[in-house]
């Protein structure tokens, strides 16, 4: 594809033979959104299988963003839609099978101490989607994000106590800089995981920093895989979500970066490529 001779990410994915490999396009900080081809470039000469962090605001939007990834033998996987039903539909429509069902924020259920019944409400919240995705036999996950009713491993055990329909989106980073362990979410969790954000985190004193209170940016941020300081070990992760059975899709996503995306997304792609994946 695109005629510059590099391993596509199907041809990747073929080999890899576990995991797709997905680059998240926000390392480019809205870039995406103008120049689509661009990124989609980069991913694949990077051997990604495909693309997250795309969206479309009508069928038709989402049609042509398709057609120019598969140019590219990519896959658009966790689109955006103009509303949470729309990208459920969306999702469908492009053959994935797992989709985002909203994002519930703390700050709507309890803030930070939320209990049982606020975990109630917001499962309740999210069912008429969670039932949408699985009529259309879809894995329907939540993000666990900063700000969301699913920041720490405490939160994952009762959301998901409160929804069993519901799967997590487990992303290592947010987990990491809320001070859980993203292993320990995995184990506690298999089965259960619908989607992967893979990234690192650095803070400037690992010792003081908290999620709360501390400054984000200036005290701690989102790393490149490997260059974190909260111990993250992206081998064993990479190898306990294989061996609990996911064949879904991994997402690197690198939110912002300190040199050029593109290196970003080529340093943490071979660096997955150097552990097997």
Not at 5 to 23: K, N, T
Not at 29 to 48: D, I, M, N, P, S
Not at 252 to 263: H, I, K, M
Request: aromatic share 8%; proline share 3%; net charge negative.
């Amino acid at each position: 594809m695109g005629g510059s001779g590099y391993i596509s990410g199907r041809e990747v994915g073929i080999m890899a033979g576990r995991f797709r490999i997905a680059l998240h396009l926000i390392t480019w900080r809205g870039e995406q959104h103008e120049q689509l081809e661009k990124c989609l470039r980069v991913a694949a000469e990077c051997g990604y299988d495909g693309v997250e962090g795309v969206a479309a605001a009508s069928a038709d939007e989402l049609v042509a963003k398709a057609a120019l990834a598969a140019k590219w033998g990519l896959r658009m996987v966790n689109v955006g839609g103009p509303d949470p039903e729309a990208r459920v539909l969306y999702n469908c429509a492009l053959g994935n099978e797992a989709a985002e069902v909203g994002s519930a924020r703390k700050a709507e259920y309890g803030e930070r101490e939320m209990g049982p019944e606020d975990f109630a409400r917001a499962a309740a919240d999210l069912e008429h989607l969670i039932e949408l995705a699985v009529s259309l036999g879809m894995a329907p996950f939540h993000h666990a994000h900063r700000g969301t009713v699913i920041e720490t491993g405490e939160d994952a055990d009762a959301m998901l106590a409160a929804a069993p329909r519901l799967q997590l989106l487990l992303d290592t980073g947010h987990l990491l800089c809320c001070g859980a362990d993203p292993l320990v979410v995995l184990r506690r969790h298999t089965g259960r995981i619908g989607h992967v954000h893979l990234k690192d985190f650095v803070a400037r004193d690992p010792a003081t920093w908290n999620n709360w209170q501390s400054t984000w940016g200036e005290d701690g941020e989102f790393e490149e895989l490997g260059r974190g300081n909260f111990g993250f070990d992206v081998g064993q992760f990479m190898k306990e979500l294989d061996q609990s059975g996911y064949r879904g899709w991994v997402s690197v996503e690198q939110d912002t970066s300190r040199r050029a995306p593109e290196l970003s997304a080529k340093a943490n792609r071979d660096l997955l490529r150097s552990l097997g994946y």
